[in-house]
């Protein structure tokens, strides 16, 4: 759900933000809209929403296009609290024509400045638009510049006799001279609404490409005697992605980034060179990621907790002082405080392992509690079970949680006991102190206190072994 609250920056006399997101992206070869691809757990596109949003933007206005519902939805559900509202870009003319389909919404926001930004740039920082916001405090226009190995398909940044730039030039339509020009247009913008306003009126489809291309803002500025500020920037911070290459690249710098900001919090990395945490994702300080760990979602994990080699964490909640051991698969559980989990253990949606809990190789749990300093050591199925405290779950036991039909409970009371390799055939409870006998297939209930005993009584036959030799 989305739930917009203002930006903790507020901008005296306000700021708007317009993301770029309309783009089909050819260049991916991909069935999915450029911006949906995701870069480190979140959609392309809302790298942009959100640094707009930490550099104080209300509202931000996405311009979408290509798969205009998806990428509405996708970014609403990555950046809830983001004041989002959407233009409709029917066909792509061009970056100017994109903003003008944004003209309408911002016109509403009445902002003095709008910020400019393109879903395909993941890595601007929060430092970065600060600095191209405050340049606009005095300058009508704002921009940032980069100067890459390759200048390739950038437009250039022309400027005048005394250093200022006077206008940007796409390489379709540069001379020799100006694709010489090593200083490039990052494509992103902090302008007076007024002067865009007036710009967007001017703009022309007069060039190499038939666009409207929204530099001629800065050659506007500059003819009509506006200050044009620009701010050089590292090139890792403004590129765009246009490939899946790109889009790799993209991935390990801000994976990087992301792993880099939590070792300064206090997380030790084993080995962050294979070790994939998605933006959002906290993690309390002293504890230990080991090598090959993804945390993926909405994952939250403690102070003073391990995770071990190749485990994977989706949308789950681990407590402080707890111990995920190698090769674990963990959706959407909930892990309390002091448990372990694992090696090679399984949790499925719903599970909630309390205080000092433990479960450990090849058990697979879904939708069950297991009560504080519950043991399921080894070998287990437990599906819609709740177990309280201190019980004992012997290795083997199943729940036999669904005839065919439905899904049905398992309980299991406080302190009891269920010996190795026991079918529990749900519904069914297990008394608190109860004790349930090895190979026991129960389908009544046990009460409280009681053993229940449910399997073929042993017969031992003296001398059969040697009487079958004989025969034989
Ligand atoms: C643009 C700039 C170029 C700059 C480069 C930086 C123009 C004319 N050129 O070039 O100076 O160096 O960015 O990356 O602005 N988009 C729309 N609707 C459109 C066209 C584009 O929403 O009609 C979106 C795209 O989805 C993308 C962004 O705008 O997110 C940039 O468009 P793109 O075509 O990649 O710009 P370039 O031609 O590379
Ligand atoms: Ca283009």
Known sequence: MTNPKPPEKQRPGGLAAVVLAAGQGTRMRSAQAKVLHPVCGRPLGAWPVAAARAAGADPIVGVVGHQAEAVETALRAAVPDANLVFALQKEQRGTGHAVICAREALAAAATERVLILCGDVPGLTARTLDALVEASDDAEVALLTFAPEDPAAYGRIVRDAEGLPVAIVEAADATAEQRAITEVNAGIYCVS??????????????????????????????????????????????????????????????????????????????????????????????????????????????????????????????????????????????????????????????????????????????????????????????????????????????????????????????????????????????????????????TQDVPDGALGVARGKQKNLPGWAKRRKRDA
């Not at 694992?342 to 297991?370: D, H, Q, Y």
């Not at 406080?414 to 090895?438: D, M």
């Open 193 to 442: 609404t007024a002067l865009l306003f007036e710009a967007l009126e001017s703009l022309s489809a007069d060039n190499a490409q038939g666009e409207l291309y929204l530099t001629d803002l800065v050659a506007h500025a500059a003819k009509t005697g506006r200050r044009v500020a620009a701010i050089r920037v590292p090139p890792d911070e403004v590129a765009g992605v246009n490939d899946r290459v790109d889009l790799a690249r993209a991935s390990a710098r801000l994976r990087r980034r992301i792993n880099e900001d939590l070792m300064r919090a206090g997380v030790t990395f084993q080995d962050p060179e294979t070790t994939y945490v998605d933006a959002g994702v906290t993690v309390g300080p002293d504890t230990l990621l080991c090598a090959g760990v993804h945390l993926r979602g909405a994952t939250r994990i403690g102070a003073g907790a391990e995770i071990g080699p190749y485990s994977i964490l989706q949308d789950t909640t681990v407590d402080s002082g707890t111990k995920i051991r190698a090769h674990c698969d963990l959706d959407s559980a909930v892990i309390g405080p002091n448990a372990s989990v694992g090696p090679f253990a399984r949790m499925r949606p719903g599970t909630v392992l309390e205080a000092g809990a433990a479960v450990g190789n090849f058990v697979e749990t879904k939708k069950s509690r297991l009560g504080p300093g519950v043991k399921a050591g080894h070998l287990s199925y437990l599906g819609d079970a709740e177990i309280e405290a201190g019980t004992n779950v012997g290795a083997g036991t199943i729940t036999c949680n669904y005839d065919g039909a439905n899904k049905h409970k398992t309980v299991i009371g406080e302190g009891a006991f269920i010996g190795s390799n026991t079918a529990l055939v749900a519904p069914v409870t297990v008394g608190a102190g109860a004790y349930v006998a090895a190979g026991s297939t129960i």
